[in-house]
């Protein structure tokens, strides 16, 4: 069945450090892909999302691309913030109504 | 900008009482979806809602589980008889469109401990 696999954590780094968070999946056909992040005492809110094959989602100096060669969807950041401490989650959703998520990545970035 | 709101934020239960969680999703949404995360876990989803029915749902959502419209704004998640491993964070969700290839919105989540 569909999956998503993502990169465990947690993931400390420091301010303008480069960040990637790796995130594989399973599914056949043509799924979306998303990365929601929670924020401290938030709900998950959708960062960015990539619909097709070599599609980039990006916001908020976050990037992905859908690779469907190597079934990845990899989020980078080339100079994180403090304000970006939060945990990320990659998704997937294919032909019906669920989305699948992978555990949750924790980010902490330090002064 | 709306939002989806759920309450309560934390509920502590006793093994095999019944809770309800409470969630208003954003107004001119029309598909509804309860997921939930065990510490330390995916998040898995439960179930999917529409038109007033249920239109998907996982195994988890077992004959315990229960999700109503009771009103045109408030959708619940009710648990009949809670176990443990019922213990963890249950998101609402919902969205205009279909979950395929859309947004869906979520809210901040609903913390249960069952002890």
């Known amino acids: 069945g569909d999956s998503v696999t993502q990169m465990e954590g947690p993931v400390t780094l420091s301010e303008e450090a480069f960040l990637t968070i790796n995130c594989t999946y399973t599914?056949?056909?043509?799924?979306?892909l998303f990365w929601y992040v929670q924020y401290p005492g938030e709900g998950l809110q959708l960062l960015l999302k990539?619909?097709?094959?070599?599609d980039k989602g990006s916001n908020k100096g976050f990037e992905a691309t859908y690779r469907k060669e190597t079934t990845s969807f990899h989020l980078e950041k080339g100079s994180v913030q403090v304000s970006d401490s939060a945990v990320y989650f990659c998704a997937l959703s294919n032909t019906g109504n669920q989305f699948y998520f992978g555990t949750g990545t924790s980010l902490t970035v330090i002064p | 900008e709306p939002e989806v709101t759920q309450t309560p934020s934390h509920q502590v239960t006793q093994m095999g009482q019944e809770v309800i969680l409470r969630c208003v999703p954003i107004s001119n949404h029309l598909y509804f979806y309860w997921y939930r995360q065990i510490l330390g876990q995916k998040v898995e989803f439960l179930v999917s809602?529409?038109?007033?029915?249920?239109?998907?749902k996982s195994e988890i959502f077992d004959d315990q589980f229960s999700v109503e419209r009771p009103d045109g704004s408030n959708f619940t998640l009710k648990i009949r008889s809670t176990k443990l491993e019922d213990s963890a964070m249950y998101f609402c969700?919902?969205?205009?469109?279909?979950?395929?290839?859309?947004?869906?919105?979520f809210g901040e989540g609903s913390w249960l401990t069952v002890v």
């Open positions: 809602f529409y038109n007033n029915e249920i239109s998907e």
């Open positions: 990539a619909t097709k094959a070599d």
């Open positions: 599914a056949t056909g043509y799924p979306s």
């Open positions: 969700a919902s969205s205009a469109q279909g979950a395929s290839g859309n947004t869906i919105y």
